[in-house]
DNA sequence: TATGAATTTCTGTTAATACAGAAATCAAAG
DNA sequence: CTTTGATTTCTGTATTAACAGAAATTCATA
């Protein structure tokens, strides 16, 4: 696939800010080729448009799989696997917020609950360590119920609330 | 400053986490530790508590500072800096949120203006990719409005706004 | 301005990660 | 059962990051 100078700025530097968000440069490029793609394309066509190894880009695909970021589309008479992901910003966010919270934030939790529990016991760790290591799980906590209670509402829905943050700030700030 | 094995193991696991956000080991371990410690500490006492290297603790203090993360406190009669962090929760997630945004959200919209720019008058960037390209710009723009709007809001405004969207699901999800 | 303690910067080493290319494995169609 | 194309795994290399120790610098105090 041919790519304009823009295009190559674009996905350029998204492979940088992937390299930010723990995922590796192929991984984050790959995903901006496929998001400004007008069609589905192969792992060969990804392969030579980003000038990386073929090994790289299987390797990638996978990873960005693993995220729930592809879409797989078969194409008549062709073998060949063709992968697309969202075009939709808010999908895609959606998305990786949800990778994130089974990468991070659910681990983090198990391991402060497991912290919690044997500071209980251990009768060596101060209670103001105790009470910190509480906070921390019932901030995450919140969150997570939070990301459960937005995660399935529409977009509109969303921007409706985002709006509502804006009025909640304007009348605090005037009384 | 001696660890009971719970910290420890919160110290270890929150070094693991920073790995996935981009800062090094060393950085979210000092981190970890400041925000257990129930005093401030100094370079030296964080060197012999985490066991690494003097100059890597003080480049970590330098990252952790410049993420505007480190109270520096200093005592009577000592000469040393000694380093704490907020206790709060929410507090340090904004400030970690303040820190991305200005790292990661800022140099991605300026790119994108960029793009859109050059887009407009190179005559070889497909419209559609022209569009993708807007949609996305314009979706960092909502986040960044929003998080002006509620970067100053006090916590217990936050956990309202929470409980709010909770009930507009709710409210949606009966229509 | 001289001194000594502390911090920061510099340098070389080690460890971890990213990557390409080759080899092996797998799967579908004839 | 074989062929063909694709994917995955393996191996070696290069790049990047982490780290320790030494050297240089800074800065408060005398």
Known sequence: MKLTPVMEKYILHWGEMGTRWGVNRTVA?????????????NAEEITETLGVAR???STSIKELQSWGLLKTVSQMGDRREHFSTMKD????????MEGRKQ??????????RECVLESEIDNETPEEVKARIKDVLEFMETLDT?????????????????????????????T
């Open 29 to 41: 490029q790959i995903h901006a080729l496929l998001f400004l793609s007008s069609r589905p394309l």
């Open 89 to 96: 910003p808010w999908e895609l966010f959606y998305t990786i």
């Open 55 to 57: 090994s790289n880009v």
């Open 146 to 174: 939070w990301h459960d209670q937005i995660k399935d509402l529409p977009k509109s829905t969303l921007l409706k609330l985002i709006k509502l943050g804006a009025k909640v700030k304007n009348f605090l700030g005037k």
């Open 103 to 112: 990468r991070e934030l659910d681990p983090t939790m198990t391991v402060l």
